[in-house]
């Protein structure tokens, strides 16, 4: 079985900064991907960031040059600094994560529970 678990969430005032984090654990061989997505109300889950093993990233057009996504492979953890936040970065946000396990080589998806992040005007 195989767990994330994000942390981090909150209310801010439009041009502070968050920091979230997302803890993976279980039975986790390797993990590929990893990602964070978000969900305003009424709105489609949407990709923010992502990360490979490897390191490259890739960013939505809406954060770019405000958030940063990284990793600790060793402690199987992935960050997303928030900075310059405004009131449309408000959302459920999302961790997910490519993990093949030791039960199964097979690269499979995983979410985490989600972390509310409120930006105020």
């Known amino acids: 079985q195989v767990q994330l678990v994000e942390s981090g969430g909150g209310l801010v005032q439009a041009g502070g900064s968050l920091r979230l984090s997302c803890a993976a654990s279980?039975?986790?061989?390797?993990?590929?991907?990893m990602r964070w997505y978000r969900q305003a109300p009424g709105k489609q889950r949407e990709l923010v960031a992502l990360i490979t093993s490897g390191g490259s990233t890739n960013y939505a057009d809406s954060v770019k040059g405000r958030f940063t996504i990284s990793r600790d492979n060793a402690k199987k953890r992935v960050d997303l600094q928030m900075n310059s936040l405004k009131p449309e970065d408000t959302a459920v946000y999302y961790c997910n994560a490519d993990v093949s396990t030791y039960y199964s080589s097979t690269y499979r998806g995983y979410w985490g529970q989600g972390t509310q992040v409120t930006v105020s005007s």
């Open positions: 279980g039975s986790i061989s390797s993990i590929n991907v």
